[in-house]
């Protein structure tokens, strides 16, 4: 049971990627999905979610209007698409997944990827 990062890379300011989070070995259908980022000297912080019995969604203000999580659950995949990429998105993305609870959408998470850098230059 695990869940692998895929899609990284590097992008000038302004460009876009698009991350995979594949499952492996159980299906994404009923739970919660959550990517992280991590900076250089920073705290991790969550950067969306989405739960899918509903696809609700959640965004951190600084990525509103210009990521976007969706999920594939024919290929098992997650996907954050990022646009309009800033040298502040620069990070190690992971991905999540956890049960669907009643009281949170996003988390609690019990399966982590290892995650994939993306770099953004200006």
């Known amino acids: 049971v695990q869940v692998v990062e895929s899609g990284g890379g590097s992008a000038q300011t302004g460009g876009s990627l698009i991350l995979s989070c594949a499952a492996s070995g159980f299906t994404f259908d009923r739970h919660t999905i959550g990517w992280f980022r991590q900076a250089p000297g920073k705290e991790r912080e969550g950067v969306a979610c989405i739960e899918t019995r509903h696809d609700n969604t959640f965004y951190i203000d600084s990525v509103k209007g210009r990521f976007t999580i969706s999920t594939d659950i024919a290929k098992n995949t997650v996907t954050l698409q990022m646009n309009s990429l800033k040298p502040e998105d620069t990070a190690v993305y992971s991905c999540?997944?956890?049960?669907?609870?009643?009281?949170?959408?996003?988390?609690?998470?019990?399966?982590w990827g290892q995650g994939t850098q993306v770099t953004v230059s200006s």
């Open positions: 999540a997944v956890g049960p669907i609870t009643p009281h949170m959408m996003c988390g609690p998470y019990n399966i």
